[in-house]
């Protein structure tokens, strides 16, 4: 046989009965006499030994045998096979390409010619299309609005401190310097101040702009509360009064009040009560970062619309707010409709020093937070209005609440904490920031307004000022998506934030709001 072949070698299984019937026992069987039915027997029992012979693994290795005889003699189990695989002396074949004359041989062909300039084509009609592509996009995506013209106050709410001593533990101005971190943690982009000039009661003879009050403190605490402001970018605004009626004394000259304002560098803020326009000429040649703020009684739309186009002024105290429910979002439609959000001042006290939780309900708090500073234009807030103080109490940070009660503390703290994050969002979100304003929803007793700027994110004010739970608000004007996400709501339990919300079936539980936002589509 070839040795290069594969080799077979079989074993005959020993018999079964060699051990116990010995050598000769192939010869003659041990019962001479048997009959053919016992040999058929015997022929059964070789046939099953023989197949399970054949089930036994084909395999060189050892096991232990059934008979110990044939262990310690190393005999290999029946039916081993034995395999001899040769190996393959020859190289293998290594595909080793074209050389560099082959290459040049085939580079010349005219198929390899006409191929590569084809590929060349494809490309070039490729890199063509997708460059026309890109310009077909841009030219056919929206144009990008143009940001609207801003002034400085209009980039967040304004902080209103009137009573200098009642706000202050050290009742000076160096108490309202050390608080100055904490106002622009609110975000406040300009702070109210004053009165802070010497101005006698009914003394207009004696009133002197250049000279700090002594009941409020010195020229260096005055300069020292400008600078630590202006670091902070908050912008500080006087209230200088400068038009009494009359037509004597040392301030009733337009070039002196002007010269005063220009010395003082701050912004100017009157609380006069405007009626004319020459009141607005005292201040034409000053600074044009300076705002000129009047203070009206009037609460009809078009009053304070007529007195903000007559008078010349930046900005207009009024008690629009204070009006019927039904009338309030009307006034605000009107007087945005005419007037620049520039322009646009929103107080719920109007030119009084009073507080929101004493005007419009403790309870209610929270809720004109969000008006105000949801509103087209600017806020501005009382001191004390950030954590729901009233009138009859005294000014104090939420860490030094003395004999007050632990419930109390909770609310001023949760009051504040709401107030810092929609001032926070306002500053940053084009739609709240001066984004168009489109009227929802407005009955006795809910209100509901749509914040829009170009491509960006959208924002839903709802409110409800009912002592029971508001009507199913019907949002109609604009094309609106079927849910929104809230992102506050003075409510968390009912609508907590991040929580989605269906439009077509938006309510509000009693004298709560809510601010919900959904992206431009």
């Not at 069987?29 to 036994?56: C, G």
């Not at 019927?324 to 030119?351: I, K, M, P």
């Not at 079927?482 to 989605?500: E, F, Q, Y």
Request: aromatic share 6%; proline share 4%; hydrophobic share 40%.
């Amino acid at each position: 046989m070839n040795p290069d072949e594969t080799h077979l070698e079989l074993k005959d299984a020993p018999d079964r009965d060699a051990a116990r019937t010995g050598p000769d026992a192939d010869q003659v069987p041990p019962d001479a006499d048997a009959t053919e039915a016992d040999v058929s027997e015997a022929d059964l029992d070789q046939d099953q030994d023989q197949e399970e012979q054949e089930k036994q693994p084909m395999t060189g290795g050892e096991q232990r045998p059934a008979d110990g005889a044939a262990a310690g003699n190393g005999a290999e189990k029946n039916g081993a096979v034995k395999l001899k695989i040769p190996e393959d002396e020859e190289d293998q074949v290594q595909f080793t390409g074209l050389n560099k004359e082959e290459l040049l041989r085939v580079a010349g062909t005219p198929g390899w010619v006409r191929t590569r300039w084809a590929l060349l084509v494809v490309f070039w009609l490729g890199w063509l299309g997708m460059l026309g592509g890109a310009v077909l996009i841009i030219l056919q995506a929206p144009r990008c609005r143009d940001l609207p013209p801003t002034r400085w106050w209009t980039h967040g709410p304004l902080y209103r401190v009137g009573n200098i001593q009642a706000f202050s533990e050290t009742q000076n101005l160096k108490g309202l310097e050390q608080k100055v971190d904490r106002l622009s943690e609110l975000k406040v982009k300009g702070l109210l101040v004053g009165p802070v000039h010497v101005a006698p009661p009914d003394d207009a003879m004696n009133l002197s702009f250049e000279e700090v009050s002594p009941d409020v403190g010195n020229l260096e605490q005055f300069k020292g509360l400008v600078q630590a402001a202006h670091k902070k970018g908050i912008s500080v605004v006087l209230d200088l009064t400068p038009n009494y009626l009359g037509s004597s004394g040392p301030w009733f000259s337009n070039v002196t009040v002007t010269s005063v304002a220009e010395r003082l560098k701050v912004r100017a803020f009157t609380r006069s009560h405007v009626q004319a326009s020459n009141h607005a000429e005292m201040f034409q040649h000053v600074r044009n970062d300076m705002v000129l703020i009047g203070v009206t009684d009037r609460s009809s739309a078009e009053d304070v619309s007529a007195l903000l186009s007559s008078t010349r002024v930046d900005l207009l105290l009024s008690r629009v707010l204070r009006a019927d429910t039904t009338e309030r979002a009307q006034s605000v439609q009107r007087l945005y409709s005419t007037h620049s959000q520039n322009n646009l001042l929103w107080s719920l006290e109007g030119g009084a020093e009073g507080h929101m939780a004493s005007v419009g309900g403790a309870a209610l708090v929270q809720l004109y937070q969000l008006l105000l500073l949801t509103l087209p234009g600017t806020a501005v807030f009382n001191y004390g209005d950030e954590i729901g103080l009233k009138d009859e109490m005294l000014w104090d940070s939420d860490e030094e609440l003395n004999g007050t009660l632990q419930e109390e503390r909770l609310q001023r703290r949760s009051c504040r904490s709401f107030f810092q994050t929609v001032s926070e969002l306002r500053v940053k979100e084009r739609s709240l920031l001066f984004g168009d304003f489109v009227l929802l929803f407005n009955s006795s007793s809910s209100l509901a307004y749509l914040r829009v700027w170009d491509q960006s994110q959208r924002y839903l004010a709802a409110f409800n000022w009912a002592e029971e739970e508001g009507e199913e608000l019907r949002l109609s004007g604009v094309e609106l998506p079927r849910w929104a996400t809230v992102v506050v709501s003075t409510n968390s339990s009912a609508l907590p934030a991040n929580a989605h919300v269906e439009l077509t079936a938006l309510r509000l539980e009693a004298g709560h709001a809510a601010l919900l936002k959904f992206p431009y589509a």
